[in-house]
T-cell receptor, first 114, second 115 residues
Framework: GNSVTQMEGPVTLSEEAFLTINCTYT??????LFWYVQYPGEGLQLLLK?????DKGSNKGFEATYRKETTSFHLEKGSVQVSDSAVYFC?????????????FGKGITLSVRP | GAVVSQHPSWVICKSGTSVKIECRSL??????MFWYRQFPKQSLMLMAT?????????EQGVEKDKFLINHASLTLSTLTVTSAHPEDSSFYIC???????????FGPGTRLTVL
Protein backbone atom coordinates (compact mmCIF):
# COMPACT_ATOMS: atom_id res chain seq x y z
CA GLY A 1 0.00 0.00 0.00
CA ASN A 2 0.88 3.66 -0.13
CA SER A 3 2.70 5.33 2.70
CA VAL A 4 4.35 8.64 3.51
CA THR A 5 7.15 9.04 6.01
CA GLN A 6 8.09 12.39 7.48
CA MET A 7 11.02 13.23 9.67
CA GLU A 8 10.38 13.32 13.39
CA GLY A 9 9.56 16.63 14.98
CA PRO A 10 9.01 19.12 16.35
CA VAL A 11 11.39 21.54 14.68
CA THR A 12 12.31 24.88 16.23
CA LEU A 13 14.22 27.47 14.21
CA SER A 14 15.22 31.07 14.55
CA GLU A 15 13.79 33.58 12.11
CA GLU A 16 15.65 33.70 8.77
CA ALA A 17 17.07 30.21 9.24
CA PHE A 18 17.07 27.66 6.43
CA LEU A 19 14.37 25.00 6.61
CA THR A 20 14.34 21.44 5.33
CA ILE A 21 11.59 18.99 6.18
CA ASN A 22 12.18 15.52 4.82
CA CYS A 23 9.47 13.42 3.22
CA THR A 24 9.77 10.04 1.52
CA TYR A 25 7.04 7.92 0.07
CA THR A 26 6.12 4.43 -1.04
CA UNK A 27 3.57 4.04 -3.78
CA UNK A 28 2.66 1.98 -6.79
CA UNK A 29 2.72 3.78 -10.08
CA UNK A 30 3.30 7.51 -10.31
CA UNK A 31 1.57 9.41 -7.53
CA UNK A 32 1.04 13.15 -7.22
CA LEU A 33 2.77 14.68 -4.22
CA PHE A 34 1.64 17.48 -1.95
CA TRP A 35 2.60 19.57 1.01
CA TYR A 36 -0.23 20.84 3.18
CA VAL A 37 0.08 23.37 6.01
CA GLN A 38 -2.16 23.70 9.05
CA TYR A 39 -1.91 26.97 10.93
CA PRO A 40 -3.03 27.02 14.57
CA GLY A 41 -6.79 26.69 14.83
CA GLU A 42 -7.31 26.38 11.10
CA GLY A 43 -7.90 23.65 8.55
CA LEU A 44 -5.36 22.28 6.11
CA GLN A 45 -4.30 24.41 3.20
CA LEU A 46 -2.52 23.21 0.11
CA LEU A 47 0.96 24.70 0.14
CA LEU A 48 2.37 23.22 -3.06
CA LYS A 49 2.18 20.19 -5.28
CA UNK A 50 4.01 18.27 -7.99
CA UNK A 51 2.41 15.80 -10.33
CA UNK A 52 5.34 14.17 -12.10
CA UNK A 53 8.98 13.36 -11.64
CA UNK A 54 11.39 16.32 -11.53
CA ASP A 55 8.54 18.80 -11.13
CA LYS A 56 9.20 21.53 -8.59
CA GLY A 57 6.30 22.89 -6.62
CA SER A 58 6.71 26.33 -5.08
CA ASN A 59 4.64 28.78 -3.08
CA LYS A 60 5.29 31.49 -0.47
CA GLY A 61 9.03 30.87 -0.66
CA PHE A 62 8.67 27.14 -0.06
CA GLU A 63 9.89 24.63 -2.63
CA ALA A 64 9.82 20.87 -3.06
CA THR A 65 11.05 18.75 -5.97
CA TYR A 66 9.52 15.42 -6.95
CA ARG A 67 12.46 12.98 -6.89
CA LYS A 68 11.40 9.64 -8.29
CA GLU A 69 14.83 8.06 -7.97
CA THR A 70 14.93 8.67 -4.23
CA THR A 71 11.12 8.63 -3.75
CA SER A 72 11.37 11.92 -1.90
CA PHE A 73 9.62 15.29 -1.79
CA HIS A 74 11.56 17.34 0.73
CA LEU A 75 10.23 20.77 1.66
CA GLU A 76 12.68 23.69 1.78
CA LYS A 77 12.62 27.39 2.50
CA GLY A 78 15.62 29.65 2.45
CA SER A 79 14.56 32.03 5.21
CA VAL A 80 11.72 31.18 7.56
CA GLN A 81 9.50 33.71 9.28
CA VAL A 82 7.59 33.59 12.55
CA SER A 83 4.39 33.41 10.51
CA ASP A 84 5.56 30.07 9.07
CA SER A 85 4.97 28.41 12.43
CA ALA A 86 2.47 25.64 11.69
CA VAL A 87 2.10 21.92 11.18
CA TYR A 88 3.28 20.62 7.81
CA PHE A 89 1.93 17.47 6.21
CA CYS A 90 3.38 15.63 3.26
CA UNK A 91 0.85 13.64 1.25
CA UNK A 92 0.46 11.63 -1.92
CA UNK A 93 -2.43 10.80 -4.18
CA UNK A 94 -2.74 7.92 -6.56
CA UNK A 95 -3.14 8.93 -10.12
CA UNK A 96 -6.30 8.20 -11.99
CA UNK A 97 -9.83 7.67 -10.79
CA UNK A 98 -12.26 10.16 -9.36
CA UNK A 99 -11.78 8.82 -5.87
CA UNK A 100 -8.03 9.30 -5.62
CA UNK A 101 -7.29 9.18 -1.94
CA UNK A 102 -4.74 11.25 -0.09
CA UNK A 103 -2.33 9.41 2.13
CA PHE A 104 -0.79 11.68 4.74
CA GLY A 105 2.41 11.60 6.69
CA LYS A 106 2.24 12.17 10.44
CA GLY A 107 2.92 15.86 10.14
CA ILE A 108 5.64 17.91 11.73
CA THR A 109 5.29 21.00 13.89
CA LEU A 110 7.50 23.93 12.99
CA SER A 111 8.04 26.71 15.49
CA VAL A 112 9.94 29.81 14.39
CA ARG A 113 11.16 32.13 17.11
CA PRO A 114 11.91 35.83 16.55
CA GLY B 1 -11.64 30.16 -5.23
CA ALA B 2 -11.96 26.56 -4.06
CA VAL B 3 -13.37 27.34 -0.63
CA VAL B 4 -14.82 24.62 1.57
CA SER B 5 -16.81 25.44 4.68
CA GLN B 6 -17.90 23.32 7.61
CA HIS B 7 -20.68 23.84 10.09
CA PRO B 8 -20.59 23.90 13.00
CA SER B 9 -17.00 24.76 13.80
CA TRP B 10 -17.38 23.20 17.22
CA VAL B 11 -20.08 21.25 19.04
CA ILE B 12 -20.50 19.81 22.50
CA CYS B 13 -23.11 17.12 23.02
CA LYS B 14 -24.22 14.58 25.57
CA SER B 15 -23.39 10.93 25.24
CA GLY B 16 -26.05 9.06 23.28
CA THR B 17 -27.13 11.94 21.11
CA SER B 18 -26.50 12.34 17.37
CA VAL B 19 -24.59 15.18 15.78
CA LYS B 20 -24.67 16.32 12.16
CA ILE B 21 -21.74 18.10 10.54
CA GLU B 22 -22.12 19.85 7.20
CA CYS B 23 -19.46 20.29 4.55
CA ARG B 24 -20.04 22.69 1.67
CA SER B 25 -18.03 23.61 -1.39
CA LEU B 26 -18.79 27.29 -1.83
CA UNK B 27 -17.56 28.10 -5.30
CA UNK B 28 -17.12 24.83 -7.15
CA UNK B 29 -18.90 21.57 -7.70
CA UNK B 30 -17.45 18.75 -5.66
CA UNK B 31 -18.06 15.40 -7.27
CA UNK B 32 -16.16 13.73 -4.46
CA MET B 33 -15.95 14.61 -0.79
CA PHE B 34 -13.81 13.01 1.85
CA TRP B 35 -14.22 12.84 5.61
CA TYR B 36 -11.22 12.65 7.91
CA ARG B 37 -10.69 12.36 11.60
CA GLN B 38 -7.72 13.96 13.32
CA PHE B 39 -6.60 13.12 16.83
CA PRO B 40 -4.47 15.58 18.79
CA LYS B 41 -0.96 15.88 17.40
CA GLN B 42 -1.60 13.15 14.87
CA SER B 43 -2.20 12.95 11.18
CA LEU B 44 -5.48 12.82 9.37
CA MET B 45 -7.14 9.44 9.05
CA LEU B 46 -9.49 8.99 6.13
CA MET B 47 -12.87 7.75 7.28
CA ALA B 48 -14.86 7.61 4.07
CA THR B 49 -15.15 8.81 0.51
CA UNK B 50 -18.46 9.97 -0.88
CA UNK B 51 -19.59 10.65 -4.41
CA UNK B 52 -22.60 12.76 -5.15
CA UNK B 53 -25.72 10.67 -5.38
CA UNK B 54 -24.21 7.38 -4.34
CA UNK B 55 -23.34 5.54 -1.15
CA UNK B 56 -20.16 6.40 0.66
CA UNK B 57 -17.17 4.08 0.67
CA UNK B 58 -15.86 3.55 4.17
CA GLU B 59 -12.29 2.77 5.18
CA GLN B 60 -11.55 -0.43 7.00
CA GLY B 61 -12.47 -0.22 10.65
CA VAL B 62 -14.92 2.68 10.26
CA GLU B 63 -18.47 1.79 11.24
CA LYS B 64 -20.85 2.94 8.53
CA ASP B 65 -23.86 2.73 10.84
CA LYS B 66 -22.06 4.92 13.34
CA PHE B 67 -20.86 7.55 10.92
CA LEU B 68 -23.61 8.23 8.41
CA ILE B 69 -22.56 10.13 5.32
CA ASN B 70 -24.87 11.73 2.82
CA HIS B 71 -23.72 13.50 -0.34
CA ALA B 72 -27.02 14.69 -1.73
CA SER B 73 -25.74 17.46 -3.97
CA LEU B 74 -22.58 18.62 -5.70
CA THR B 75 -21.98 21.21 -3.01
CA LEU B 76 -23.05 19.52 0.22
CA SER B 77 -22.06 16.46 2.19
CA THR B 78 -23.08 15.66 5.74
CA LEU B 79 -21.56 13.43 8.39
CA THR B 80 -23.83 12.30 11.21
CA VAL B 81 -22.24 10.78 14.28
CA THR B 82 -24.98 8.61 15.71
CA SER B 83 -25.29 7.78 19.41
CA ALA B 84 -22.11 9.65 20.14
CA HIS B 85 -19.80 8.54 22.93
CA PRO B 86 -16.82 10.26 24.55
CA GLU B 87 -14.41 8.24 22.41
CA ASP B 88 -15.95 9.89 19.33
CA SER B 89 -14.60 13.23 20.52
CA SER B 90 -12.23 14.40 17.83
CA PHE B 91 -11.55 16.92 15.10
CA TYR B 92 -13.51 16.05 11.97
CA ILE B 93 -12.34 17.49 8.67
CA CYS B 94 -13.92 17.29 5.26
CA UNK B 95 -12.34 17.90 1.89
CA UNK B 96 -13.73 18.28 -1.57
CA UNK B 97 -12.43 17.45 -4.99
CA UNK B 98 -13.47 18.70 -8.38
CA UNK B 99 -14.09 16.21 -11.16
CA UNK B 100 -11.02 17.24 -13.11
CA UNK B 101 -8.79 18.38 -10.29
CA UNK B 102 -5.78 16.91 -8.60
CA UNK B 103 -5.66 17.19 -4.86
CA UNK B 104 -8.32 18.23 -2.38
CA UNK B 105 -9.53 21.41 -0.74
CA PHE B 106 -10.09 21.17 2.99
CA GLY B 107 -12.67 22.62 5.28
CA PRO B 108 -11.61 24.28 8.55
CA GLY B 109 -12.73 21.31 10.62
CA THR B 110 -15.31 20.66 13.33
CA ARG B 111 -14.30 20.03 16.92
CA LEU B 112 -16.69 17.49 18.49
CA THR B 113 -16.70 16.99 22.24
CA VAL B 114 -18.96 14.32 23.68
CA LEU B 115 -19.58 14.57 27.40
Amino acid sequence: GNSVTQMEGPVTLSEEAFLTINCTYTATGYPSLFWYVQYPGEGLQLLLKATKADDKGSNKGFEATYRKETTSFHLEKGSVQVSDSAVYFCALSDRGGANSKLTFGKGITLSVRP
Amino acid sequence: GAVVSQHPSWVICKSGTSVKIECRSLDFQATTMFWYRQFPKQSLMLMATSNEGSKATYEQGVEKDKFLINHASLTLSTLTVTSAHPEDSSFYICSARQASGVGQFFGPGTRLTVL
